[in-house]
């Protein structure tokens, strides 16, 4: 997979918060992920988790103020601080929070930061009270003015027994944050992709609606793969219970109709439309505004075509440009490059997708796709079974040689 994190060497500072203990899990996340992660702990951190924790996670030296004023204390931090790829604070007191916006450095990772020339995230973890305090307010305007990040606080209950905002977010979302960040200036920084995800659903009447098998997974894997490379990604998604990439613009529709308003808003300046939605063909030509009962006699239902997305898209390239590249899905059962190769002619695509999902262990509802990659200059690609991630990295990869 596509993987901004690889080898990066990320500086994670712990500060003084019963939060700690989910930093540990961070660091071990970031690890497993490929990075090199050296964890620097404040005294207050100390209170609440050990060195040794981060070290059995990271099998990596973990860094204390006892690292600052030892043997090689003069050096330590400007070699930690050059080092790094990124700088997380995770869990950010008040406390250090107003030493980071204020420039104070009396302490192995305050020193480390004001040495650091790499990005800065920073993830709160404090009281609601102290979160929203004017002071504790200002310093953070005074980092995201300086070009800090910031990611959470969540809003639930605190160590204090009271609920409110304060609480750190979930490892995996600062792990999606610092992933969204290390892409930023990937070889499609500065392009415009629309994604679209999940399948559309079509209501018959208030409780039940038609649908398909479509979980989403290989469009959220494309949104992903298009983030990892610097893109600005707009994720167009059908209901699903999936998690979008954190960086994405998300949209959120329900039905082909919306999805077809939604594309056309969003195309007007994309680079590349990547249509991997499963968009239903036909919906009820009328919907009921009652539940229809059981009682009742069973129910004609007639049915209408809905919108040609593609067909739509192409009318807005040729008026107007964009998209200026359009990658095209065709889920099949039989007849699979054929097909595919007819509808990619017929849509004028640059690329089409021919998934087979005949077979129960690759397409819809797993984690694995087969698929077939057409070329408008009638080149073609085989791909073995493989993770949804993977396919979607090499849709992306292939796909930014266009740019």
Not at 278 to 305: C, G, M
Request: aromatic share 4%.
């Amino acid at each position: 997979m596509s993987n901004p994190i690889q080898n990066k060497n990320i500086q994670l500072g712990v500060t003084g918060s019963i939060a700690a203990y989910k930093a540990a899990e961070l660091a071990s996340r970031l690890t497993q992920f490929g990075a090199q992660v050296d964890v620097i702990l404040t005294q207050s951190a100390l209170q609440f988790i050990t060195p040794l924790t981060f070290q059995s996670v990271t099998a990596r030296r973990a860094y204390t103020d006892q690292d600052l004023w030892g043997r090689e204390g003069h050096v330590t931090h400007i070699s930690l601080g050059h080092a790094a790829s990124i700088l997380v604070v995770a869990p950010a007191s008040a406390n250090t929070i107003a030493k980071l916006a204020h420039g104070i450095g009396d302490n192995l990772l305050t020193v480390t930061a004001l040495a650091a020339t790499c990005p800065l995230l920073i993830a709160p973890a404090m009281d609601a009270g102290m979160y929203s305090h004017p002071a504790t307010q200002t310093n953070i305007e005074i980092l995201l003015k300086r070009g800090a990040y910031f990611v959470g606080p969540d809003e639930g209950h605190l160590a204090s027994g009271l609920t409110g905002k304060g609480r750190m977010v979930d490892p995996l979302e600062i792990l999606g944050k610092i992933r969204w960040i290390m892409g930023l200036n990937g070889r499609l920084k500065g392009k415009k992709i629309v994604v679209t995800a999940g399948g559309t659903q079509e209501p018959i009447d208030p409780v039940r609606l038609i649908t398909n098998r479509s979980s989403g997974k290989q469009g959220y894997a494309l949104a992903q793969s298009a983030l990892d490379l610097g893109a600005e990604v707009t994720l167009i998604t059908a209901p699903t219970t999936l998690t979008p990439p954190i960086g994405s613009n998300v949209k959120h529709v329900r039905t082909s109709s919306e999805m077809y308003q939604t594309v056309l808003q969003e195309v007007s300046q994309a680079d590349l439309l990547v249509m991997a939605a499963a968009v239903a063909d036909f919906r009820p030509n009328h919907q009921s505004h009652q539940k229809i009962k059981k009682s009742q006699s069973v129910p004609e239902i007639t049915l209408e075509r809905t919108e040609d997305i593609l067909e739509a898209v192409l009318i807005n390239k040729e008026n107007t440009g964009f998209p200026k590249r359009v990658i095209g899905f065709a889920a099949e059962t039989q007849n699979l490059v054929e097909n595919a190769s007819v509808k990619m002619k017929k849509k004028h695509l640059d690329m089409i997708v021919a998934n087979d999902v005949s077979s129960p262990d690759v397409g819809f509802e797993v984690d694995t796709n087969r698929v077939t990659l057409l070329f408008a200059d009638g080149s073609r690609i085989n791909l073995p079974a493989m993770q949804k991630t993977e396919v979607a990295d090499e849709i992306i990869q292939r796909a930014s040689v266009w740019f």
